[in-house]
């Protein structure tokens, strides 16, 4: 068996604007985030992870190696291009209520109704695309670290449908566990050499030192 440790990335600015980041988009970090990123790592510092693979956007890229810092032992990391957020087109940079106004069924779609969601007024990537590149990037991070733990950092809507998908949802249902708050963590167990997954817990926050709101949440 090999367990999976998801995070999402530390709050940015435009994640507090509530405004779309996507691929394109790489607002900093707030300062209480890397507060938040210690905090993660002081959660995560006894487990002994093989390897910890991350998104080489700046955000996700500073979160994991904020957390490798705390770590007791200090694993190799690898930036993957595969492990990035979303390419939202259109609505990169665009406060969530400007999008609404402007491309009402898309937005509605991208946060509900995923199944539902067309992504060529918008441009960027649509949900099962999304999957098909995040798949295997973690079948082959599975093979490559068996019974072992390892560290994957990474956005929001992007691991919410991918993490959703790897336990079996459909596209339809890949929202109905909820979402996602900055800094946390979900962990999934892989058997079967990535072929089998199974939920331990979903968005843990419960190291964070202050409560959780609206514009944490994706």
Known sequence: MTRLYFVRHGKTEWNLESRYQGAGGDSPLLEQSYQEIKQVGEFLKDIEFAHIYASPIKRARDTALGIRKQLSKQPPITFLSRLEEFHL??????????????????????KLHPD?????????????????????????IVQANPDQNVLIVSHGAALNAEMNHLLGASLPDLKKRGG???????????????????LVK????????????ETDIV
């Open 89 to 110: 087109g259109k609505m990169e940079g665009m406060k969530f209520a400007d999008v609404k106004a402007e491309f009402p069924e898309e937005a509605e779609n991208f």
């Open 116 to 140: 539902k969601y067309d992504n060529s007024v918008i441009g960027g990537e649509s949900y099962p695309d999304v999957i098909a590149r995040m798949t295997p990037a973690i079948q082959e």
């Open 180 to 198: 996602l708050a900055n800094t946390s963590t979900t962990i999934i167990d892989s058997n079967e050499a990535g072929t089998v997954f199974s």
């Open 202 to 213: 979903w968005n843990d926050t419960e190291y964070l030192n202050r409560e959780i709101s």
